[in-house]
């Protein structure tokens, strides 16, 4: 069994920054790419960022700039630094990670920008 945790979702204001954390535990042996994806409310969920476990990063377009990705491969975590974050993109932050020919998610955490 895999389990994904995520944390650091949060309150914050227009203009502010936030870091989502996510650590992967279970029956993992090697991680490749893990990542994030958010759903709005009345959205569908969408791809914000991914990252392998060579450093080669992906990013939406709507989050390029100012979202940053990186992972600890040694812990099997992988951060979202968020950063000039708007109301748009408020949403619930997913991590997500491919393996064993499966998706696994976490919970999800909520992140609201609002003054």
């Known amino acids: 069994q895999v389990q994904l945790v995520e944390s650091g979702g949060g309150l914050v204001q227009p203009g502010g920054s936030l870091r989502l954390s996510c650590a992967a535990s279970g029956s993992i042996s090697r991680i490749n790419a893990m990542g994030w994806y958010r759903q709005a409310l009345g959205k569908e969920r969408e791809l914000v960022a991914r990252?392998?476990?060579?450093?080669?990063?992906i990013y939406a377009d709507s989050v390029k700039g100012r979202f940053t990705i990186s992972r600890d491969n040694a812990k099997d975590t992988v951060y979202l630094s968020m950063n000039s974050l708007t109301p748009d993109d408020t949403a619930v932050y997913y991590c997500?990670?491919?393996?064993?020919?499966?998706?696994?998610w976490g919970k999800g955490t909520l992140v609201t920008v609002s003054s």
């Open positions: 997500y990670l491919p393996l064993y020919g499966m998706i696994y």
């Open positions: 990252i392998t476990s060579g450093g080669t990063t």
